[in-house]
């Protein structure tokens, strides 16, 4: 008989705890919609400066912006414009021989360092032994993200080329 009691305790207790858990492991958690993303500046800007009495309560919710049209956004922005003078009095000879021979040529980086990194880069390159093609594609995507380079002027490609040419009879020395 003592057998038997404990047997049922034992289910009971187990039968409990099955059911307390299982109730724990419900779903009702998780999102059931998708969230839109708003801003507090839009709903500031397009909130009326004085309420009018005759105003829905709703019309001081953010709207939804239109889609910008296709005419409006360019496929690609406009490059920036070249500086007029950068001071490059501080920098070595070395430097500012690279980079008047990058002018020379026709590429006016919108900074010193941006130039200056990519003829690093090269130096570096070229004492590792790395191959050409090595060399022209990393330099390739660094001419291409100065944010003065312009595609329409030369090709990224003709843009490396030279600067790796120029670092090699300049800036490597």
Do not use: H, W
């Amino acid at each position: 008989m003592y057998r038997t009691c404990g047997k049922v305790l034992g289910v009971a207790a187990v039968l409990a705890a099955t059911g307390l858990l299982s109730a724990c492991g419900d779903n009702d958690s998780t999102a059931s919609s998708t969230p839109t993303l708003s801003t507090t500046a839009s709903s500031a800007v397009s909130a009326p400066s004085t309420p009018s009495a005759s105003a829905p309560a709703s019309s001081s919710l953010p709207q939804p912006e239109p889609p910008p049209s296709q005419e409006t956004t360019p496929e690609r922005p406009a490059p920036a414009p070249a500086p007029s003078q950068q001071d490059t009095s501080s920098l070595a000879d070395k430097d500012r021989k690279f980079l008047d021979s990058l002018k020379a040529q026709g590429i006016n980086p919108a900074s010193p360092d941006i130039a200056l990194s990519i003829g690093a880069y090269v130096c570096q390159g070229v004492a590792a032994g790395a191959s050409e093609a090595d060399l022209s594609t990393f330099v390739n995507a660094m001419a291409g993200s100065d944010p003065s380079f312009d595609p329409a002027k030369m090709p990224v490609e003709q843009a490396g080329k030279i600067y790796i040419d120029t670092a090699k009879q300049t800036y490597c020395q």
